[in-house]
């Protein structure tokens, strides 16, 4: 490993200064713990390296950022990596993790309860990019060259009970995701503008989350021979899910809009929202009334 890269610790139990002048690594698990603030400049990419590590909870390099921990950046940037640390176009990790304390949440093995005595997190950011984050269901094995069925796939970026007095991240990028784009569990979080592009499923995922966009959403979740791969996916086992879409929000959506959702606008086209349909989705536009789309007990 050069100058220009350095490998995160499995365990960031410090503040920490990312710059912008080197590329850091994560290979296998890295957590920021709690009480630690990593802090990035303005630029700072950090891979994440493809493969299975058997000692990570995903089984995959993937970075978490635990409850009570804080991230402090500008425009940062993740994406996947081989092994000789050069960028690829695969995704095959465990993607990008913020744990909160705002309410108890349980995704893909990871549980967490709310806790008064911890800090709550703080997670800051003007723009995450995120390209080639996720796990597949499936692998091909290196060594056997047969495929692994892992059994569950992973998001790029996953939200779990995070409140929205722990979130001032502004913008979200996501592009090429193994599973969805971003998942949001048991969460509460304001942003001003959302990108998802090509993900494998679904664009986002809500689960009992409440979820809103000021300024601008993009979903280009365009129709492929993959079948219940939609714009938004939502989940109520905890409760409601909303997308709450605000007066003045720029909107752009290509994909089949969902199942058994309900949209409430008085600009946007009525859906076809049946379980199970794969109508294409369409809709370009400013929003001069406010919009939500929502599912109080329907997943």
Known sequence: MTNQFERLPAKIRKNVNLRASKIYIVKGEVRVLKNVRLT????VKILLVNGVFKDSCIKRSTLIFDQGSQLLAKKIQFSAA????????????GGLWFIGNYADANKDGIGIKVNRKNPLS?????????KYLGRKDQYVSSKSGKLVDIGDDVDAISVIG???SEWSIQSIKSHYSA?????FNNSHVRLMNLEVKSPTEDGINLSSSRVEI????VLDVSKSKVADRDLVDLETDDGASYLEL??????????VFGDEVILSSSEMPNPNTKADNEVPYLFSGKLKHAALIYSIDKD
């Open 40 to 43: 990035a400049q303005d630029g």
């Open 82 to 93: 081989n092994d000789e640390l050069k960028s690829v176009k695969a995704a095959d990790n």
């Open 122 to 130: 703080h997670f800051s950011a003007q723009t995450i990019t995120a």
């Open 162 to 164: 995070v409140g929205p």
């Open 179 to 183: 599973d969805d784009g971003i998942d």
């Open 214 to 217: 000021h300024k601008s959403l």
């Open 246 to 255: 605000y007066t003045g929000c720029s909107v752009k959506l290509n994909g």
